[in-house]
């Protein structure tokens, strides 16, 4: 074999790596080409989420947050005025009092009117 044989066979042998190592970048042109477009998704998902949490914020702060305020302040008006515990239990007692006076009296009455 001559050296001109020995040089096609070289070029030959070349000639098929650069084949293959065109068709290995085509395939990377590809996939990046995928890759350019998952992330402009991406980044359309989270321009989305962005303007939904601020929705979200604005909705808490305008709307949720004076609520809960509110809730507070009226929870806050009731133990404010509610009666304590040991004053009801004292009222409910002397009520129980009273009312046995009461019938007590009641029936003496009676029995008085009954004697006259």
């Given at each position: 074999m001559n050296n001109e044989e020995k040089i096609l066979e070289i070029l030959g042998v070349i000639q098929s790596d650069v084949s293959g190592l065109k068709t290995d970048v085509a395939d990377l042109k590809t996939d990046v080409a995928d890759l350019k477009t998952d992330v402009a998704d991406l980044k359309n998902d989270v321009a989305d989420?962005?303007?939904?949490?601020?929705?979200?914020?604005?909705?808490?702060?305008?709307?949720?947050?004076?609520?809960?305020?509110?809730?507070?302040?009226g929870q806050?008006?009731?133990l404010a005025t509610l009666a304590?515990?040991?004053?009801?239990?004292?009222?409910e007692d002397e009520m129980s009092f009273m009312k046995s006076v009461v019938k007590a009296?009641?029936?003496?009455?009676?029995?008085l009117k009954k004697a006259q």
């Open positions: 989420l962005k303007t939904r949490v601020t929705k979200i914020e604005i909705t808490q702060e305008n709307v949720i947050l004076p609520q809960l305020q509110a809730l507070a302040e806050a008006n009731l304590p515990k040991s004053r009801v239990e004292a009222l009296l009641s029936q003496e009455v009676a029995e």
